[in-house]
């Protein structure tokens, strides 16, 4: 079963607007990652945010992690056409980091 | 760039052939793992092998069959398949220990007819 439910599951903006996407997820985690995936490709690993960590920045990239909520999103910024691809976050499952399990997914469209 | 080989991009394969898949990595990695995902969904896991030895195995049929010759390589035998198990099948890597960050391959496109 999917460990993490993400929203919107579909998100089109022009570009140079920001893009926010969330993601909530069921049990206890040690961190949570994003990884996007353009079409048809492989998933890239973007950004990992550990559970005592409240905020991460990388590039035009935000994340944030509230674990009383079981919630994080993912915030980018000045958009580019380049960004259109699927979002996913991932959990491990139940303390295992060897396992991660996907959220649903959010796919992003940046017009030009 | 990846640096997750995965062989081939593209199968085609009838429900009595049997094919293979295959995956390389030389990032001295000690986990790798199988998931398949089919169109607008997540990756799901299938199987997971840390130091050459299969760890995981997530109920997967018997028609898919994994092996794990060394830690660079990691090949997913196929045969009997069903046009349902057609997808996307992703090749990842993970230092063993690590937080958990994956290193994926392209993907093989599989369809069966």
């Known amino acids: 079963s999917q460990q993490g439910e993400e929203d919107p599951q579909a998100l089109s903006i022009q570009e140079g607007e920001n893009a926010t996407m969330n993601c909530s997820y069921k049990?206890?985690?040690?961190?949570l990652q994003w990884y996007r995936q353009n079409s048809g490709r492989g998933l890239v690993h973007l950004i990992l945010?550990?559970?005592?960590?409240r905020e991460k920045h990388s590039g035009r990239l935000r994340v944030t992690l509230d674990t009383s909520k079981k919630s994080s999103s993912l915030l980018i910024t000045a958009s580019r056409a380049a960004d259109t691809a699927s979002y996913f976050c991932?959990?491990?499952?139940?303390?295992?980091?060897?396992?991660?399990?996907f959220g649903s997914g959010t796919q992003l469209t940046v017009l030009p | 760039d990846t640096e997750v080989t995965q062989t081939p991009k593209h199968l085609v394969m009838g429900m009595t052939n049997k094919k293979s898949l295959k995956c390389e990595q030389h990032?001295?990695?000690?986990?790798m793992y199988w998931y398949k995902q089919k169109a607008k969904k997540p990756p799901e896991l299938m199987f997971v092998?840390?130091?050459?030895?299969?760890?995981i195995n997530e109920s997967v049929p018997s028609r898919f069959s994994p092996e794990c010759p060394n830690s660079s390589l990691l090949n997913l035998h196929l045969h009997a398949l069903q046009p349902e198990d057609s997808a996307l099948y992703l090749c990842?890597?993970?230092?063993?220990?690590?937080?958990?960050?994956?290193?994926f391959g392209e993907g093989s496109r599989l369809t069966v007819l």
């Open positions: 990842a890597s993970s230092q063993q220990g690590s937080t958990g960050e994956l290193f």
């Open positions: 049990t206890s985690i040690n961190n």
């Open positions: 945010i550990r559970s005592n960590e």
């Open positions: 991932a959990t491990p499952t139940s303390g295992s980091a060897r396992q991660l399990t």
């Open positions: 990032m001295g990695h000690r986990a």
């Open positions: 092998y840390s130091y050459e030895k299969l760890s």
